[in-house]
């Protein structure tokens, strides 16, 4: 298999997962503005997986552009970050259309979790599978720190949402900030 292709069925399930996600936010019977108040929850929730979707595909594409030979572990790694981000739509709906309580934050920031650890053994199974410069051993480097980083917010998200579910938000926003531009530091390694 060739990168290009791998390349294209990922942002095709990227693509979907954010469709099936907006069709979820349901419209309301009523043309009052009011009317849009239940839906903060569910647009907020949306809002939060929109974004990070949008993280997960640059990140990704950043990774996928340093691949000079696909294997087979590298195929599984991308179907198993596939599979978790295919869940993001059903815990986005749930926690959103209850009010972001608290089982449902714990779903959420679990999942997040996992999608955590796929893209960390997706960047594993891609350096083993590759020969490096040091350049770029020194970006990846620094994207699994940033990753191991995401791995104990969304743990502290997990925790807290038993005490105040906004806190765990605050948690993965946090996360999400820090993942929002990605980092350049692997464009620079291949230019070089």
Known sequence: MNKSRLEAFSDGVLAIIITIMVLEIKVPHSADWQALQPMVPSFTSYLLSFVFIGIYWGNHHHLLHTVKTISSGIIWANMALLFCLSLIPFATAWMGENGYQRNTVI??????????????????????????????????????????????????????????????????????????????????????
């Open 107 to 192: 779903a959420y920031s679990a999942l997040l979790f996992a999608c955590g650890i796929s893209f960390t053994i997706l960047q594993l199974a891609i350096q083993r599978a590759n020969e490096f410069t040091p350049a770029l051993i020194e970006a990846f480097a620094v994207v699994k720190r940033k990753g191991v980083f995401s791995l104990m917010g969304y743990a502290v998200a997990i925790a807290t949402a038993f005490i105040d579910t906004r806190i765990s938000c605050v948690c993965i926003v946090v996360v999400a900030i820090m993942w929002i531009v990605p980092d350049k530091n692997i464009e620079k390694a291949l230019k070089n």
